[in-house]
């Protein structure tokens, strides 16, 4: 069973850090774009970064300068460093694997094939 298993959330001031990290079991993570999005209550799921299974990146204009999205493909991981967080940043966070072998970014939540969990990050003010 594909699975995808996100960790790293937890409770921040707002100008600190967290790093959440994204691992996939039964898949060949190499041919996947794995995108990052979140949702805070009573909002829409957000695109926030996603990363090409050639490395290309993306982000939301809200993060960008503040995140950064690398992945670690021998440890089939995908990490999101979130620094100067905001309260505005609070929210599940869940990563999604897409089929996408090259250099393209995947950016809509419904073109995605699998999904985390998902993971709490709270930003206090």
């Known amino acids: 069973e594909v699975q995808l298993v996100e960790s790293g959330g937890g409770l921040v001031q707002a100008g600190g850090s967290l790093r959440l990290s994204c691992t996939a079991f039964r898949f060949t993570f190499d041919d996947y774009a794995i995108g990052w999005f979140r949702q805070a209550p009573g909002k829409e799921r957000e695109g926030v970064s996603c990363?090409?299974?050639?490395?290309?990146?993306t982000y939301t204009a809200s993060v960008k300068g503040r995140f950064v999205i690398s992945r670690d493909n021998a440890k089939k991981t995908v990490y999101l460093q979130m620094n100067s967080l905001k309260p505005e940043d609070t929210a599940v966070y869940y990563c999604?694997?897409?089929?996408?072998?090259?250099?393209?970014?995947?950016?809509?939540?419904?073109?995605?094939?699998?999904w985390g969990q998902g993971t709490q990050v709270t930003v206090a003010s």
């Open positions: 999604g694997a897409v089929g996408r072998p090259g250099p393209g970014v995947v950016n809509y939540f419904y073109e995605y094939d699998y």
């Open positions: 990363i090409s299974s050639d490395g290309v990146t």
